[in-house]
């Protein structure tokens, strides 16, 4: 079956870059998202990205995506103490009814100011 | 208001009661899902409804049912809560133009078996 896998954990000092990485399994993949959990409080969509995309800006985030390798990247400039959160990789096929989407473990930010 | 609103927030109960946890949406979206989340594990679907008619099993769906009382609401019941079901739960909407530009969430149930 499919698979997204994330490291568990990742520690940034203030202002520096973040990079989260991912990686999945199912080549029919066509839409591809991350997530962002703070603490106490449900999943939120940050962004998404189209497979036939390599890679999509959006304030401070960049998302790469390496549809070779199967390789989904989250970048986060300028790393906030707000930034702390678990970020959650993942991926659906365009299987045209529904959408099944498989999530990653997730990835704990740790911001150390 | 909240889109998706979950009810309880907390639960604490015991080994073999029945409990049933509560979501409503007012995105208008027909399809509602149900996830549990575990440390190290990620989310897992339990339970996904296309729309009223429509209820299927997901990934991890044994000791639970779920019931799509309207489009807007979509419950899931623990018929003999175990230990082993202390979780957080999830429940996530999606439909409509958006319905391929991810999961609208609630903030999540978090309940304790004892």
């Known amino acids: 079956g499919e698979d997204v896998e994330q490291s568990l954990f990742l520690s940034v000092r203030e202002g520096d870059s973040s990079v989260i990485n991912c990686t999945y399994t199912d080549s029919s993949s066509t839409y591809l998202y991350w997530y962002k959990q703070e603490p106490g409080a449900g999943l939120q969509l940050l962004t998404y990205i189209f497979s036939n995309m390599d890679m999509k800006q959006d304030q401070r985030l960049t998302v790469l995506l390496n549809k070779k390798d199967k390789h989904l990247s989250l970048r986060i400039a300028d790393t906030q103490t707000g930034d702390s959160a678990i970020y959650f990789c993942?991926?659906?096929?365009?299987?045209?009814?529904?959408?099944?989407?498989?999530f990653g473990t997730g990835t704990k930010l740790q911001v150390i100011p | 208001d909240a889109d998706v609103t979950q009810t309880p927030r907390n639960r604490i109960t015991k080994t073999g009661k029945r409990i049933m946890l509560e979501c409503s949406q007012t995105k208008g979206h027909d399809r509602m899902y149900w996830y549990r989340q575990d440390p190290g594990l990620g989310l897992r679907l339990i339970y996904y409804?296309?729309?009223?008619?429509?209820?299927n099993k997901g990934e991890i769906s044994d000791g639970y049912s779920v019931s799509r009382q309207a489009q807007a609401k979509f419950s899931l019941s623990l018929e003999s809560a175990i230990p082993n079901q202390t979780a957080l739960y999830f429940c996530a909407t999606s439909g409509g133009a958006e319905r391929n530009y991810g999961y609208t969430f609630g903030s999540g149930t978090r309940l304790t078996v004892v």
């Open positions: 409804s296309f729309d009223v008619k429509d209820i």
């Open positions: 993942a991926e659906s096929p365009n299987s045209g009814g529904y959408q099944k989407v498989t």
